[in-house]
């Protein structure tokens, strides 16, 4: 992993398992459950992704094996009785760019209750998936790489005429030292909390 991964190009697995949307339901069972994946994406033509089919989607055939569709939504009935991807894909696919940032990743994955994204091109086509355990990776940074960041990239940019003390420990961050214009402060906290890797930030700054 690259010292500052801050894009999903960084953390994103490139070797994607896929089905099209003929792919019999068996078949996608089967490669979800050989590869120990959730979804897989579907594509068409030269690899453009067209939708995800997931565990959840798979599921719904089970859920109404014994009745119970007439209370089930539309889209529930249908995948019930899908018999290929293209019949049990959620579509258009939830998607995210390669240069897209590590945060906005997780913020799509939050709010569309998703676990992994493909990753695309402008035209679509597929170039990775990213998963939420690819995101964490960024917290597995060393210390003292997260450190050195701080006072060089971070530090070193902003309006600071004082030096502080950065020290880090199991991604906690604690800044020491004078800062005179107490101003600085939010803004300081802004762009430490930005750094890949940062678990919290504690301030230990005096006016002197």
């Known amino acids: 992993m690259p010292e500052t991964p801050y894009t999903v190009s960084d953390v994103m697995t490139q070797t994607v398992i896929a ?11 089967g490669l979800i459950d050989q590869w ?34 007439e209370d089930a939504e539309r889209d ?5 009785a ?18 897209a940032s590590v945060a906005e990743a997780a913020r799509i994955m939050a709010r569309r209750h998703v676990k992994r994204l ?7 086509l597929l170039q990775g998936v ?13 210390d003292e790489e997260i450190a050195e960041e701080i006072r060089h990239e971070v530090l070193g940019q902003l309006p600071i005429t004082t030096e502080l003390t950065v ?10 030292g004078p800062l005179p214009d107490r101003t600085l402060v939010p803004i300081v906290a802004r762009a430490v909390r930005a750094v890949e890797g940062v678990v919290d930030i504690r301030l230990d700054l005096s006016s002197r």
């Open 19 to 29: 089905v099209g949307r003929d792919a019999p339901f068996k078949e996608v069972v």
């Open 36 to 69: 120990k994946v959730s979804a897989l994406p579907v594509l068409v033509g030269e690899g453009r992704v067209i939708g995800v089919v997931s565990e959840a989607d798979l599921l719904a055939k089970e859920e109404f094996r014994d009745g119970g569709e």
């Open 76 to 80: 529930e009935r249908r995948k019930a």
């Open 82 to 99: 899908a018999l290929t991807a293209g019949e049990l894909m959620s579509s258009p696919a939830v998607t995210v760019h390669a240069d």
């Open 118 to 124: 493909p990753v695309v091109d402008g035209v679509g």
């Open 130 to 142: 990213v998963s939420r355990s690819d995101l964490l990776k960024v917290f597995l940074r060393e």
């Open 167 to 176: 020290t880090v420990r199991d991604g906690v961050v604690v800044l020491s």
